[in-house]
Structures are given as C-alpha cells and as structure tokens.
C-alpha cells in the first residue's frame, strides 16, 4: 500500500497517514453522486488490539448501488429556509429604485493621426517583476469556419502559443494563477472549455469567462497571470502559492462549474474567480432578476475570500471589476457595492480609527455570462492593513472628454489598483481627437502611479482596457495605446488588453484598469 499512498499524496495532497481524516470516512451519498452506494456486508477487523490504542479497520465485503429518490438535488433543503439564501434578506434600498434610463451610446468621428505604420501585434509577454510575476497576453483563436474539427485545431493552436510563451520565460501551465477568457460566442465556450482543461492538473489557475463582442473572426482571447514559486537556501518556499479548489456541493460558496479554482493566493494577494448567483446546494441561478444575483455573487466573493484568509472581507479588495449584461442594471451594482462596503468599514472604524481605502470599481456592459447570468464579480484584494493604504485620484480635461484617475497601494506598497476613465462632457460631441485623448490618458495614468509610489521595482503587469465598440475602433486604440505607453515606458511596457464591450457608465467610452506589481 506504501508506494499507492504515495502517489495518492503527490497527486492530490493527502496525507501519507491519512491525517484529517481521509481514512476514516466513506461517502456513501452526496448531491454530486448520481446513485448512492448501500452497504450490504462489512466487518470490523482488528489490526492492533492494544489496551490503550486500538488500531482496526472496516472491511466493506458487499456494496450496491440504488437510485436515488430524484434527480433534481434541490429537494434536499426547501427554498424557504436555505441558508444559502439568507444573505438576501430585505434590501429596501433596492426595491424603491427608480427605473435607469440610460444615456444612448455616442457616435463619435475620432480622428486619428496616420503615419502610414501597420498595426502591430501585442507583446505576448511583460517584463518578470522582482517577485516573479509575469502577464501573457495576446492569446487568440481565430476561425472562419464552422466545423468542429476545423475551430477544435485553432483552439489547440492557440493554446501551443501560449505554451511556447511560458516555455520561451522558464514557465509552465501550473504557474498560471490567473486567466481572463473572453470568447466571442457563449455557444462556443464547451468546444474551448473541452481543449482548455486538457492543460491544468488538480490545481487549475482562477478564471474569469465572459462573452465580448470581439473582432471578426476572432473565437475567443486569452491573457493570464503567471508567477514561480521561489525556494530559499533553507527549503522554506517564499511566494508561495496557494489555491482553493472545492467540488463538492454544499451551502457554503458554488462549487467549480469548470477547470478554474475558487481563488489563488499568492503571498498576500488573493486573485477570485469570477462570481455568477449560483445557489451553492443546488447549483442553479438564483430567482429574482438582477437585485438578488448581484448581492448573492458579492456574497460569494466573500465567502471565497475569508475562506482564503481568515478576517479577510470586502474591505481588502484592491481591484474589482463587475460584468453586467444591461445597462439599466449599472446603478443596481454600483449602489450594492457602496452600500456593502460602508457596511465593512463601519465595522473596521467604528472606534474612530482611520478610515479603510477601498480598490476601484470596474463595471463593463457584456453581451452574455455564463448560465445566462446578468451579473459577474471579479476581484483582487490583498491581505493587508486597509486602514494604511496610500489613495491618490486625479483628473484631466480635453476638448469635449474628461479623464478621471483613482490609484491605491496595499499598506505594503507591493501591490498597487489603478482605474482611468474617460468620458464624453456631451452625448453631442461630433468630433475628438483619438491620438491627443490617449496621450493625456497615458501621461495622467503614469503621474499618478509616479505620486504614489517612487519605488521603480514597481512594475506596470497589465492594462486591461474596457472600450464601448461602436464608438472607438478597437485598432485605432490599440495603435495609440501601445505607441504612448512604449514612449513613456520603454521596455517595461505593460500587458496591454483590448477588451470590446457593449456600453459603459453614464457617458465613459472607455476605461482601463491596471494591476502593478513589485
């Protein structure tokens, strides 16, 4: 048995000798299991008969199987009392809101300087920080056709891409901690969830999956968030990285739906999957329409972070970025979360302590979520004093745009959230700049990061860019972005991810969210 135990440990983590229980228990039904198991024959025999500490083991001679009374598992707790409703409660604030009648995206002519260059590809991989991190972007499939077997070798082609960027830095597909998926078609996303799970072992990366009204052609892109464990001369592991994978179906958080974990950890930062209303016990989404899956998703993200790390809540999200299908659904998750965080910080500060620093919000218009949810969650947050947290917000102005920046660093300074926005003064403007805009965007961007920090370890991972499709051209963007950023920063240019979208708040056209990194 010693060489099966073993193994059993290096696969999975299971203590050699069984501590924890693992060999003292049998599950003979859980709602995962399609029939129950029952026990017919079994004997309890004696290893060791010591007066003091016995030692045995039970025989299980005979089993069958039976079926079970349904297969719809939400029989086990009725609706009515099911704690995993209970956080939804009575929200008065949400039932008085007015309906949102929202602004008509604008139609702007942008106009653009043209040198006569041709558009060029993103860097796949950023510089690596001083702590090991690394950003990889511009994974893509692309796919005209429609047969099965014609879009399932683009799928495995992109994938070999992205297998030789993480060869070409000293990576592999188990340092991944964190990957964003956008795919051009929900309907496509079982074909790519099928080759993508071929390539993480029992520890899957977090995943973030979200429809996106991507380029032509394009089935879906990928970008993700590498980081290697570093081993000390005493065999202590620094950076180590930690991952919650649970499967089983409970009343706690939704069990994994895919090959992604709950969340990773990595030092003191803590990287979520994203967050759809799935009701825990049954796996379903939750009924009420968009009020009751943005406060269950957030209460699933907390869940998932204090389980994490102990007393780690809401307060210690450094960057959050919410995924809605509408945009009359914008002020229902904007006012949740204001709402929940001064709920948090009241707790924190309630004895005149200095007041907790909150990440930003993101909050993007997508065509679809997954199960057909109307709200997703993603956050990062890091296991750090919030009450110490540097904040510093800026803002810019241009003929006919405004730009609007928030930054915050952990107490540490280690890790540092950055929001830009810009947006249109008047749904009338005709006219703007694209090429002065983006320069401004970039340079306000930078200053910002430069006032908060001097620390030039501090490095610029990922510039996740958020633009209302029919209203800027996702080349035009790219082109000014990348030439900017490359003048401003030279080789440690960032990650930079073009991610169409169907409309943004109020008048943004645009919003980029940055994670730096030492």
């Known amino acids: 048995m010693e060489p099966y135990l073993k193994e059993l440990s290096e696969k999975y983590g299971v203590h050699i000798c069984g501590e924890g229980g693992e060999y003292e228990t049998f599950t003979l039904d859980c709602p995962l299991f399609k029939k129950r198991i029952v026990v017919d024959e079994s004997e309890v025999v004696i290893h060791s008969a010591d007066a003091f500490a016995p030692v045995g083991y039970l025989n299980l001679s005979r089993l069958h199987l039976e079926d079970k009374v349904t297969d719809n598992i939400s029989f086990l707790v009725p609706s009515s009392i099911c704690p995993c409703l209970s956080s939804l409660g009575t929200n008065p604030d949400f039932e008085e809101m007015e309906d949102f009648c929202g602004c008509i995206s604008p139609k702007v002519d942008w106009r653009v300087k043209d040198d006569g260059h041709h558009i060029t590809r993103p860097s796949l991989c950023t510089k690596k920080t001083i702590h090991g991190y690394q950003w990889i972007s511009g994974v893509t499939a692309s796919c005209t056709h429609m047969e099965k077997e014609v879009i399932i070798q683009e799928i495995k082609q992109a994938f070999s891409i992205l297998q030789e960027a993480l060869e070409s830095t000293e990576f592999e597909f188990k340092d991944i901690v964190l990957v964003n998926l956008y795919v051009r078609r929900m309907n496509d996303f079982e074909l790519i969830n099928s080759v993508y799970q071929t390539y993480f072992d029992v520890n899957p990366p977090a995943r973030v999956c979200v429809e996106a009204p991507l380029f032509d052609g394009i089935l879906f892109q990928a970008d993700c968030l590498v980081h290697k464990h570093e081993m000390m001369n005493n065999d202590n592991v620094r950076h180590e990285k930690q991952v919650m994978h649970v499967q089983s179906i409970s009343h706690w958080a939704p069990a994994n739906i895919g090959p992604y974990s709950q969340a990773v950890k990595v030092e003191d930062v803590i990287y979520c999957a994203g967050q759809i209303a799935l009701v825990p016990c049954t796996m379903k989404l939750v009924a009420g329409g968009i009020r009751a899956e943005a406060v269950l998703s957030l209460n699933h993200v907390e869940k998932v972070l204090n389980a994490m790390s102990e007393h780690t809540s809401l307060n210690h999200i450094m960057l959050a970025i919410c995924y809605v299908t509408n945009k009359k659904d914008i002020p229902t998750v904007q006012k949740l979360w204001c709402r929940k965080l001064k709920e948090h910080a009241t707790q924190v500060t309630e004895y005149d302590e200095p007041s907790v620093t909150h990440g930003p919000l993101v909050v993007a218009v997508v065509p679809h979520l997954p199960r057909d949810a109307s709200v997703e969650w993603h956050v990062v947050a890091m296991n750090d004093d919030p009450t110490q947290r540097k904040f510093i917000s800026m803002a810019g102005k241009l003929q006919g745009c405004k730009i609007d920046c928030e930054a915050v660093g952990s107490s540490s300074m280690s890790s540092v959230a950055l929001s830009v926005s810009l947006s ?95």
């Open 424 to 518: 249109l003064t008047s749904q009338l403007m005709a006219s703007v700049a694209l090429d002065s805009m983006l320069h401004e965007l970039s340079s306000v961007m930078l200053t910002a990061v430069k006032e908060l920090s001097q620390d030039d370890n501090l490095t610029l991972l990922c510039c996740r860019t958020f633009y209302i499709k029919d209203c800027i051209s996702g080349h035009s963007l790219l082109t000014g972005l990348e030439e900017f950023l490359k003048e401003l920063l030279g080789p440690k240019s960032p990650a930079l991810i073009l991610v169409p979208v169907t409309d943004l708040p109020d008048l943004q056209i645009l919003h980029v969210a940055c994670w730096l990194s030492l």
